[in-house]
């Protein structure tokens, strides 16, 4: 989950490291570190705290060099100090390591070097790492790498620098995210594309157990025997521009206005002139969707709530049997599947580990792994024997917002393009909601006008501790990603249930001051769901009721207030229903002056289990 950014070429290597550390800020925060070659040797700067602590120790003293490497960190092993920040060097300060990721055997490895007389100064995993190169002086950094990465077990991305090769930066990768890119002259690497983009577009992904030679003329990447491997560079399609606030006031509340876009741009060459659905890089073999008999969906944190919901569309619409997991479970309840299981693997960043050790369970007992990523050539997408990308540019705010409702409508598409591959719904019925789907973009910007709305009701509520997110059916993925929004952003206990659920024991802690939220889109459950408001009311509940526009008069009863967004056929609806309670969960945080953007402890990308 830390962030990793490294320059070889002819300028100041702090002008290129500093900027991409804040571009990837998000990504960890809570220390960051330096270190650059140069003529006075190997210098190391780090602190703990934010880039802006970082930016204060550098300009107090100062270092120069044209080769560096930088790391924001987001704590896994040791505490969030100095000490335990990146970079980490071996015992005679000739190595620098950063590291995003776990050294799973790294008490091992830590002993046996203590054995040997190496001296550590960190609690972290990482630093082994650099007394492991240390160790094997007599070779050339690169090769010293190759050696450290076959002892080392878990995820890593690391880049590396060693004084007596000053030219050139050695980086590795397996499991956490590692890119390079190319420019003129000069070379950057980075665990996320916007630490460079400013410099290039030229970009290469580097694949599991790959180890890169990066100096400013070059760029060599080799399997862990020192095998070249090929090179597939790539132009990026986005700018910079599409990674800044572009006058919003926080990341978070651009992308949650640039759904309509994103989800326009998910679903554009999917549907054809005649309604029929089309995947043109899913490259999966329609005799293996015929002989699927059963679906499982992992995911975590709010990709496991589009999961929910694929649960619902999938069984709904294709009649096969659904089961859903939270990833970092999956592989140990044992779970039985064969050829004819069909298991989607949902990560935006695709880079999530807990999703990918689910996914490569799932393909070591024979099934069929789809993948639905955010990210062109992330781990998941290179995994999984078919892919589904939705498009939705980058998501620089912690909490998913656009990349949630991407989620949603790629996976009731794909639900609907199962029940067309298999006959399991009429093509007239495909079509009607084909078209339905078509016209998301235009019913969530309507739902975007709620904002002002939403801000002034929820200026009562900067103090109020507790909140429930309740729905029923398609409604209570809808709920509990409305309280993971809350709990994420504004650090107050938001629970989410199924509406039916509450009067089994939850039902204790409601009381006058506690605010209810109920979702009530899916017309099928919709006078149930209002019934359980109901008992929320007479327990003192400050009632919200989310509704589609015309079933305001149903709810005005039991209603303290409505928010009516725009109508949609059932399931499809929670799309738009989404949308209030992202601007819910926004407003509640701002009016207690917190940082919606980067939310304590949090980080965009899980790549640790």
Known sequence: ?????????????????????????????????????????????????????????????????????????????????????????????????????????????????????????????TEVIAHLIEERAGLSLADAVREVMKLAEGALAIAVVRTDEPDRIVAAR???????????????????IPAFLKHTKNAIAVDDDRVVEMTADSVAITDLDGNPTPIAEREIEWDLEAAEKGGYSTFMLKEIYEQPTAITDTLRGRIDGTGRIEFSELDLDTKIVRMIDKVFVVACGTSYHAAMMAKYAIERWTRLPVEIDIASEFRYRDPVLDDRSLVIGISQSGETIDTLAAIRYAQAQGATVVGLSNVVDSALARDADAVIYTRSGPEIGVAATKTFTT?????????????????????????????????????????????????????????????????????????????????????????????????????????????????????????????????????????????????????????????????????LCIVNAVVPLQFLAYHVATARSLDVDKPRNLAKTVTVE
């Open 174 to 192: 397996r499991g956490s995210p590692l890119v390079i890119g190319r420019g003129q002259g000069e070379n950057f690497l980075a665990s996320d």
């Open 1 to 125: 989950m830390c962030g990793i950014v490294g320059y070889v070429g002819p300028r100041p290597a702090l002008d290129v490291l500093v900027p991409g550390l804040e571009g990837l800020e998000y990504r960890g925060y809570d220390s960051a570190g330096v270190a650059l070659i140069g003529s006075d040797g190997l210098a190391v700067t780090k602190t703990a705290g934010r880039m802006a602590d970082l930016v204060s120790a550098l300009e107090s003293q100062p270092v120069q060099g044209s080769i560096g490497i930088g790391h924001t960190r987001w704590a896994t092993h040791g505490a969030p100090t100095t000490g335990n920040a990146h970079p980490h060097r071996d015992c005679d300060g000739s190595v620098a390591v950063i590291h995003n990721g776990i050294v799973e055997n790294w008490a091992a490895l830590r002993q046996q070097l203590l054995a040997t007389g190496h001296e550590f100064s960190s609690e972290t995993d």
């Open 407 to 571: 989620q949603l409508v790629m996976l009731q598409l794909f639900g609907l393009y199962l029940a067309q591959q298999r006959g399991a719904l009429d093509p007239g019925t495909v079509g009607n909601l084909v078209a339905a789907i078509q016209e998301l973009p235009q019913t969530v910007e309507r739902a975007l006008k709620l904002e002002d709305q939403i801000r002034e009701m929820t200026t009562e509520w900067s103090e109020t501790r507790d909140f429930f997110f309740l729905g029923r059916a398609g409604d209570f993925p809808v709920a509990m990603e409305g309280a993971l929004k809350l709990k994420e952003i504004a650090y107050v206990r938001a629970e989410g249930y199924p509406a039916g659920e509450m009067k089994h024991g939850p039902i204790s802690l409601i009381e006058k001051g506690v605010v209810v939220i109920g979702v009530a889109t899916d017309s099928h459950v919709r006078a149930k769901t209002l019934s359980n408001m109901e008992e929320m009311k007479a327990r003192g509940g400050t009632i919200v009721m989310v509704v589609e526009e015309g079933d305001e008069d149903d709810v005005a009863s039991v209603a303290d207030h409505i928010i009516a967004v725009p109508d949609s056929p059932d399931l």
